[in-house]
């Protein structure tokens, strides 16, 4: 134990012995979570995506749609003028805007004439989520409308009404009678979430955070093969191997050690999105610890197999950043992995970081608990105990 | 004096390749033995496999009553090794090189720290201890290198090549740290390609070459085989033809062997007076000119010459 001890504190003063480090262990992650996260300080304030919106039917019912946009989790409108959303459009300062053109009322849903106009940017995640809350929030108004419709329809065929004006006020009152009843089915949402199979689900803020975590904490995992690289360029891992040390030690003090580095790092991020970011990590203590320890682990292994096969520290070092930024692009660290086409979207679950990511969000995000977690965890463990083998399997100390 | 080490047979081969060609001696309790041969001779390669890093391909070796083979964990307890390169992490200072190497041999607490004092002393380091090893001379960084293998206090050091590739202060400075060792009690197995080091150091000296050991011996025992011989140096320009003139002086009386390193001509003979002046008019019937030249009585450069036909060279 005395010997592991010695090596985790002899590579820990190695790792920190220049300001660099520090500067990889916690300042960059801290700065890219937060810049990724769209600069939100905390979670008091809007993080919802700004939309433009330009109403100029100036209607009861476009004054309706922008109601439930603006009740929308997704976007945030901002109602202005056709020409100052144009302008931010074309200077690229909005992703998207919304228009809704002069004479869109609830006759013209009515007799189905009624056309919006909606422009994105390409290729724009903001624009994608903006568009779904719209269509979302058209899909509630027109749906209300359908009922008063039907309502009408019904109350004329049992008792004829004795002029148009009383058809048209009945009509309104049940326009509104079926908004209030709308405006009381929260749960009726959540049905239609459970029944999308590619929605998007994403916070800026979450998938920051977790991406961030795991994009900075796998890379130096992977790097574990630029040690072995330099202890056996340097003669030192020879010299070990003639002292009263067992090659199991090494590896043991040498992999827990940066295990251990990277699980301080982990949790300091995750502190981070608690304190700062207002992130519910910590709903359940021991899923979050299962996770962070079967990612960690996940990481190590590979890096502790890329030791065996790769002959210099520079190509170590090269190696490990090229695959950790790699792995964490298409593990979906810095993008929804949902925005992949489908065969990628299958084709990534080879990699380790799409598990840690899936699962960092299961709980920082979709408020998942240590069951919910476990799929996740076995992955990343089986993971672990493949590239160990090959690791220790082809541990070569010269 | 009882054997701390005893080598017998030891075969190394990496393939069809065989490094170590069953070599056998054994290093008495005290003494420093040098293993004395040219690059590639199997010096490394036979510490590595007494060291316990490399498995014998045939034979065995004991050290301090434990088989290198069957209880390798026993041997290195007792063992001290310097490797021939700076084995040492830079970003370390030298006590925390020495905090680190000595925990691997299962130093700890106040014992250890004690240790690294006496060590840090008697490397000449006390006052630069707390510096990082990376900002040291290559001399210092020998030096540390040094100490880390004496921190357990071990029977058995094992020196491979320190000398090489530094200055020759800090040389000197290694070989006197050898000697002093070496009066404290601890046994020295000292690998080198310097003749003269190992002529100053070593009680005895094992000579290798190709892997297989040539001549084993004290320096006199070793010099008595060549007999009474001088060697003679020629040092002739880059511009002449060595091998030209070593193939028409060893048919001259009194020339026993004729060798060529570099620019310059190695003569084993009985009398070099004898020879001198059919020599010079040799090489200038054959139009060579002789820029300067040496005459050695009998030494290990001569014993090496005389057994192997070559000179011992870098």
Request: glycine share 8%; hydrophobic share 45%.
């Amino acid at each position: 134990m005395r010997k592991i001890l010695a090596i985790i504190i002899k590579d820990a003063i190695m790792r920190f012995s220049g300001f660099s480090e520090l500067l990889f262990f916690i300042i960059l992650p801290i700065i890219f979570t937060f810049l990724l996260a769209g600069g939100t300080p905390s979670g008091d304030e809007d993080a919802r995506i700004r939309l433009l919106v330009v109403d100029e039917a100036q209607t009861a019912l476009s004054a309706q749609i922008v109601s439930e946009l603006a009740a929308s989790s997704a976007v945030r409108p901002e109602v202005v003028s056709r020409a100052d959303a144009e302008e931010q459009f074309s200077q690229r300062r909005a992703s998207s805007i919304f228009i809704i053109p002069a004479g869109l009322d609830t006759a013209s849903l009515q007799e189905g004439t009624a056309a919006v106009d909606f422009r994105q940017q390409p290729n724009n995640l903001n624009a994608s989520i903006a568009q779904r809350a719209i269509q979302t929030a058209l899909r509630r108004v027109s749906s209300a409308v359908s009922a008063a419709n039907t309502a009408v329809s019904q109350r004329e065929e049992a008792m004829p009404f004795a002029s148009d004006a009383e058809k048209a006020a009945y009509f309104d009152q049940s326009l509104e009678l079926a908004r209030e009843l709308q405006e009381d089915t929260p749960q009726r949402v959540t049905v239609i979430r459970a029944a999308t199979p590619d929605q998007v689900e994403y916070d800026p803020r979450a998938n920051s955070s977790a991406g961030q975590l795991i994009t900075w904490v796998f890379i130096p995992l992977f790097g574990i093969s630029e040690l072995f690289a330099y202890e056996r360029a340097t003669g030192t891992l020879r010299r070990l191997l003639t002292t009263p040390t067992r090659k199991a030690t090494y590896l043991l003090g040498t992999i827990s050690g940066q295990v251990l580095m990277a699980i301080v790092q982990m949790l300091l991020l995750v502190g981070f999105g608690i304190l700062v970011m207002k992130l519910a990590w910590g709903r359940d203590p021991l899923a979050l610890a299962v996770m962070l320890v079967c990612s960690a682990l996940a990481a190590a292994a590979i890096g502790s197999a890329m030791g065996a096969f790769v002959k210099t520290s520079g190509q170590a070092n090269g190696l490990s950043i090229m695959l950790g930024m790699v792995m964490a692009l298409m593990g979906g660290c810095w993008y929804p992995i949902e925005l992949f086409p489908p065969a990628i979207q299958t084709f990534v679950k080879v990699l380790p970081t799409t598990w840690a990511m899936q699962g960092m969000l299961d709980l920082v995000l979709r408020g998942g608990g240590l069951v919910d977690i476990l799929p996740e965890a076995g992955v990343l463990l089986g993971f672990a105990a493949v590239f160990f083998a090959v690791g220790v399997w082809r541990f070569r100390y010269e | 004096m009882p054997s701390i080490l005893e080598v017998n047979n030891l075969v190394k081969k990496y393939g069809d390749f065989t490094a170590v060609k069953g070599i056998s001696f054994d290093i008495r309790e005290g003494e420093i033995f040098s293993l004395l041969g040219p690059n590639g001779a199997g010096k490394t390669t036979t510490i590595s496999m007494l060291s316990t890093l490399y498995d014998p391909t045939d034979g065995d070796a004991v050290i301090a009553g434990h088989s290198i083979k069957k209880y390798p964990m026993a041997v290195r307890q007792v063992i001290g090794v310097v490797p021939q390169d700076l084995a040492l992490y830079e970003e370390l200072t030298a006590r925390e090189n020495l905090e680190f190497w000595g925990q691997m041999y299962g130093l700890g607490g106040k014992p250890l720290a004690s240790r690294i004092d006496e060590v840090l002393e008697q490397i000449g380091l006390t006052d630069k201890a707390k510096n990082r090893v990376k900002t040291y001379s290559g001399g210092m960084k020998r030096r540390v290198n040094i100490g880390v293998g004496l921190l357990h206090k071990p029977r058995l050091l094992f020196m491979d090549e320190p000398t090489v590739g530094i200055d020759p202060q800090s040389r000197r400075a290694i070989l006197d740290t050898v000697k002093a060792l070496n009066a404290q009690g601890m046994t020295v197995l000292y690998t080198t390609h310097y003749m003269e080091e190992a002529a100053e150091l070593s009680n005895r000296v094992g000579i290798i070459d190709h892997g297989e050991l040539i001549a084993l011996g004290t320096q006199d025992e070793l010099t008595r085989q060549v007999g009474q011989t001088d060697t003679l140096l020629l040092h002739i320009g880059e511009e002449e033809d060595p091998e030209a003139l070593s193939t028409a002086l060893r048919g001259l009386p009194g020339v026993q062997n004729a060798d060529v390193s570099d620019h310059t001509v190695s003569i084993i003979t009985p009398s070099a007076e004898d020879i001198l002046a059919a020599v010079v008019a040799k090489a200038n019937e054959r139009g060579i000119k002789i820029r300067s030249l040496d005459i050695r009585e009998p030494n290990l450069e001569a014993v090496f010459l005389h057994l192997t036909g070559r000179a011992l060279r870098d």
